[in-house]
């Protein structure tokens, strides 16, 4: 049986980040649940639109190798805000599966109290605000714990996703067919 990860979905979520982390996800055969928090549908913070697979409430007892939180500031303070997720995030660290958030939603991770004395990284002030000092790296994997800063790097945070569920050789096959080139800029 391959893995299986929740991602969360609520109003104000960062599109490019969910569907990123979803889309290549998916593509290594992960079994990925996006879990509405509430019921319908759900609005992002650039007005796109998801219908999330089930209700939060109905999978949330589940078992799942991992949750996965997209961020966008929005998105990062409902998310934050609910207590069944802050529980959900301490008992799935307690128990050593993998909590990965991007952009904003580590914020969620450090309101759960599961960053204290952890390596992380955020997009530009979610951590500060919350007491944690972030790396200035693209992603940041700490035991069971993964991060990222941005919409810039959600396919790099997606990539190190599949390597840490499926093993790098996944990743990279994953990676090849995405056709993905060398880092490079085209800005003149």
Excluded: W
């Excluded at 990965?100 to 759960?112: G, I, N, Q, T």
């Excluded at 109290?113 to 997009?123: E, I």
């Excluded at 035991?143 to 959600?154: C, D, K, L, M, Q």
């Excluded at 994953?174 to 880092?183: D, H, I, S, Y």
């Amino acid at each position: 049986m391959g893995k299986r990860v929740m991602v969360p979905l609520v109003d104000g979520i960062e599109e490019l980040e969910a569907v990123t982390v979803v889309d290549l996800l998916r593509r290594a055969e992960v079994d990925v649940v996006t879990a509405g928090l509430a019921e319908g549908p759900v609005r992002a913070s650039r007005g796109v639109v998801f219908v999330p697979d089930q209700l939060f409430a109905t999978v949330a007892g589940e078992p799942f190798d991992g949750i996965v939180f997209p961020g966008g500031a929005a998105g990062a303070e409902k998310l934050e805000s609910d207590p069944r997720i802050l529980d959900l995030a301490r008992d799935y660290d307690r128990d050593g599966h993998l909590l990965a958030a991007v952009c904003a939603a580590p914020r969620v991770l450090a309101a759960a109290g599961v960053l204290q004395g952890r390596r992380a990284t955020a997009y530009p002030g979610h951590l500060e605000a919350k007491g944690i000092e972030p790396e200035d790296q693209p992603v940041v994997v700490d035991g069971n714990i993964v991060t990222s800063r941005g919409p810039g790097t959600a396919m790099d945070f997606a990539l190190t996703l599949i390597e840490y569920l499926e093993g790098v050789e996944v990743a990279a096959d994953v990676e090849a067919a995405l056709q993905r080139p060398a880092p490079h800029r085209r800005y003149s």
